[in-house]
């Protein structure tokens, strides 16, 4: 099954302790994004990577990181987390080459910074 | 820089009747892709439905339908026959067409659709 797979799915931790959260997409596609979600704003885009080793800023990189080593993994660093990072976390994938299509969702990851 | 404004953040309708969802978006593009996602309870984000700008036909999907107004800048959704199991969190997003851009999704606010039985 074509899937995008997140984890955790939630995570309550304390300001300053470095977590990751892990992406993973098992349909070979090239453009993988992390985007965060708050009330009254949508999503946001934080990190995109167009391909292995190619990754950019979206709108919101202050205080993430990210890596692409494998086409398949895309995780979400926070180095140092804050309580302004505490929002519902949303990797997606699409093919990529201007793909019309939808991207592909993860189920979400809902973080609490304390 | 584009932006997405959807004006209603809640929206009720008894089951079985048609609501309308409005969303309107700024671009000085001429092709690009528009989208309604569904976000339930579950906190999936779900397609809904998908529109091209250059096609000038409504895209439909079953009781789901749009009136995209390109000069007008305006994406609305159309339900039909609202069912309980529409009640979710609906958002307009769009996308440019360019190969060598960030295919970034650009968010509406949500509106939250509320089924009364």
């Known amino acids: 099954e074509a899937q995008v797979t997140q984890n955790p799915r939630y995570l309550i931790t304390v300001t300053g302790k470095k977590l990751t959260v892990t992406c993973s997409q098992n349909?070979?596609?090239?453009?993988m994004s992390w985007y965060r979600q708050d009330p009254g704003l949508g999503l946001r885009q934080i990190y995109y990577?167009?391909?292995?080793?190619?990754?950019d800023k979206g709108d919101v990189p202050e205080g993430y990181k990210v890596s692409r080593k494998e086409k398949r993994n895309f995780p979400l660093i926070l180095e140092s987390p804050s309580p302004n990072q505490t929002s519902l976390y949303f990797c997606?994938?699409?093919?990529?080459?201007?793909?019309?299509?939808?991207?592909?969702f993860g189920d979400g990851t809902r973080l609490s910074i304390l | 820089a584009q932006t997405v404004t959807q004006s209603q953040p809640e929206m009720s309708v008894q089951e079985a009747e048609t609501v309308t969802l409005s969303c309107t978006y700024d671009t000085s593009e001429s092709d690009y892709y528009l989208f309604w996602y569904k976000q339930p309870p579950s906190r999936q984000m779900i397609l809904v439905i998908r529109q091209e700008a250059y096609k000038q036909q409504n895209a439909t999907e079953n009781r789901f339908s749009v009136n995209f107004q390109k000069a007008a800048k305006s994406f609305s959704l159309k339900i039909s026959d609202s069912q309980l199991g529409d009640a979710a969190m609906y958002f307009c997003?769009?996308?440019?067409?360019?190969?060598?851009?960030?295919?970034?999704?650009?968010w509406g606010a949500g509106t939250k659709l509320i089924i009364k039985p």
């Open positions: 997606a994938s699409s093919p990529g080459q201007a793909h019309p299509g939808p991207q592909h």
């Open positions: 349909m070979n596609h090239e453009y």
């Open positions: 990577s167009m391909n292995v080793e190619v990754t």
């Open positions: 997003a769009y996308r440019r067409t360019q190969m060598d851009s960030n295919y970034q999704l650009i």
